[in-house]
């Protein structure tokens, strides 16, 4: 399967963590990706993590791996009022797809939206 | 570094016209770029994969003969919509894989999205 799961909303206070979490099924993913949508904007590239690696630490971004859970969480210390976005999990993977040829596209959860309270 | 860019950024047509999205990156070579639709609160959805020099791959579901892409270069990828309804009015969103060294890290960064309103 190909299903990327995750929370649609997370409300946290300003200068507190979020920890955004996400589960997958396909166990042959090699990247894991957080993406980060501002309204009306595309997609930034936040951080990403091996499939042989259990945690990556970014200046206030940690991404921990539980690759025997397929569970994967994005944490963002000291949330400040500019993180307030839609964060989206990905997973690469490696297909045949519908016309024959190779492709390794990325697969999407739903994303969550993180709302900052003052 | 690693910026790709879309042109345009907006765009309304009327039904029955074509209508075509450049995507580019600036500061690196891809030879693969990925496009991607997202609907209205939802997530994206990987409809097609962009290699230069050869066809597009498409995902299931994805009409190959309405939404021609075309990977002349290693920086550029252009998705024409054919024929337009307003079905496919939606916002549409390339990425290009950034190939890091002698490997490639899988990454892929996005360009910023056309957004396509088809009356």
């Known amino acids: 399967g190909e299903d990327v799961e995750q929370s649609l909303f997370l409300s946290v206070r300003e200068g507190d963590s979020s920890v955004i979490n996400c589960t997958y099924t396909?166990?042959?993913?090699?990247?894991l990706y957080w993406y980060k949508q501002e309204p009306g904007a595309g997609l930034q590239l936040l951080t990403y993590?091996?499939?042989?690696?259990d945690m990556k630490q970014d200046q206030r971004l940690t991404v921990l791996l539980n690759k025997k859970d397929k569970h994967l969480s994005l944490r963002i210390a000291d949330t400040q009022t500019g993180d307030s976005a839609i964060y989206f999990c990905?997973?690469?993977?490696?297909?045949?797809?519908?016309?024959?040829?190779?492709?390794?596209?990325?697969?999407f959860g739903k994303g969550t939206h993180l709302i900052i309270q003052p | 570094g690693a910026v790709v860019s879309q042109h345009p950024s907006r765009v309304i047509c009327k039904s029955g016209t074509s209508v075509k999205i450049e995507c580019r990156s600036l500061?690196?070579?891809?030879?693969?770029m990925f496009w991607y639709r997202q609907f209205p609160k939802q997530s994206l959805m990987l409809m097609a994969t962009?290699?230069?020099?050869?066809?597009?791959?498409?995902e299931q579901g994805v009409e190959k003969d309405k939404f021609l892409i075309n990977h002349a270069s290693l920086t550029l990828s252009t998705l024409t919509v054919t024929s337009a309804h307003p079905e496919d009015s939606s916002f549409y969103i390339c990425?290009?894989?950034?190939?890091?060294?002698?490997?490639?890290?899988?990454?892929?960064?996005f360009g910023p999205g056309t957004r396509l309103t088809v009356l």
């Open positions: 990425s290009a894989r950034h190939l890091a060294g002698l490997t490639s890290t899988d990454t892929q960064y």
């Open positions: 396909d166990s042959s993913s090699t990247y």
């Open positions: 993590i091996f499939s042989n690696m």
């Open positions: 990905a997973e690469s993977i490696k297909k045949y797809r519908y016309s024959g040829g190779g492709a390794d596209g990325l697969t």
């Open positions: 500061d690196f070579q891809a030879t693969t």
């Open positions: 962009s290699n230069e020099g050869s066809k597009a791959t498409y």
